[in-house]
């Protein structure tokens, strides 16, 4: 029998009291919460490189819970929550990752009224919520960088666009992510898939908008 595309551990739930760094190798490895828990709890600081974050499931939260999060190389998909698939309350950093079917009924991607959220050269894309949006009003100290990242085909891409910033070329299926510093336009993903590297992504084809836009 061949052996699956990238290794999977079922280590969840990790629940750490101080700040945890998981660097996956080069091949990529999967965390897997097995439908029936949370992957990540922690009110500290999380880190993950080269890892694939699945099958959790929470009220909110269902891949990730913490205080700030970062992923690296990284893929969130495949998660349930009557909420969230990651939620975190100071710091959100994607960047080169994904974050994709979630099963979720607000932002896939959650961030608290006065976080600093990156999205950097990363894809969040068809979950059934939101992309990407704050757990409430957000404050005025928010702040969500965009920077040639794509939010499509969610069931809204952003629940807010309050205090984005936008940097290079990003790409949005509807206006909810702003009306300044967006392309609106279908990029046209493929699905999910083994393209390579060390998770599952979404490659680009080349009638697509976001084929080799990328700027700086």
Known sequence: ALAPAYPTASYAPLDPDGPM???GPTRGLTISGNDQHRIIETDALVSVTNITLTKGSADYGA????????????TVQDNRS???AIR?????SLVNSTVSRNTVGGPAVEY?????????NSTIAFNSGAGLGPSGFPTASVRVNLRNSIITNNGQN???????????TNISSDWSCGE????VADPKLFPLANNGGPTMTHAIPPTSSAFNSGVG
């Open 88 to 92: 975190a309350d100071n710091v959100i």
């Open 180 to 183: 300044v510093g967006i392309t």
């Open 63 to 74: 891949a990730v819970h913490a205080g700030s999060f970062y992923m690296q190389n990284s």
């Open 82 to 84: 009557p909420s969230s």
């Open 158 to 168: 952003c629940s807010s666009f309050f205090n984005f910033a936008y940097e290079g």
């Open 112 to 120: 608290r009224e006065s976080a600093w959220v990156d999205v950097d």
């Open 21 to 23: 760094y998981i660097d």
